[in-house]
């Protein structure tokens, strides 16, 4: 007698704590937040003060290379990683958003940048040294 009644209460114990476990695993607070809708605020809250990183192959050997464009004073700063030396390359200004990639299909990635005041991109060709300047895109466009 005493038994069961031992077991009915700790059964009752049991259904309070499963019961209290669903309401507040149900509670739009305790769910884990995700991490999804946080990254675009942080990739619009970027400092575009500081040299901003790229991936790309400058010289050609198939390998990508460190480079970083510094908008202070437009200049890119190239590791080649085909020989470790660097290349400093003068192009774009403050303001602009580095968009580098081989425009020309030589192999090589071209120093290139998008102008977000006049929505233009301004690319240096590997090819012949030459720039391509096309209006494409709005102010307020983000460049792929
Ligand atoms: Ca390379
Ligand atoms: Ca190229």
Known sequence: MRKKKLSARLSAVCLALLAVTAVTAGLPGTAVASPGPAEPRTLAAADTSAPQRLRADFDGDGKADLAVWRPSNGTWYVIRSSDGGRTDQQYGMSGDVPVSGDFDGDGKADFAIWRPSNGTW?????????????QYGLSGDIPV
Do not use: A
Not at 122 to 134: A, H, K, M, S, V
């Open 122 to 134: 301004y690319i240096l060709r590997t090819t012949d040294g030459g720039q391509t300047i096309q």
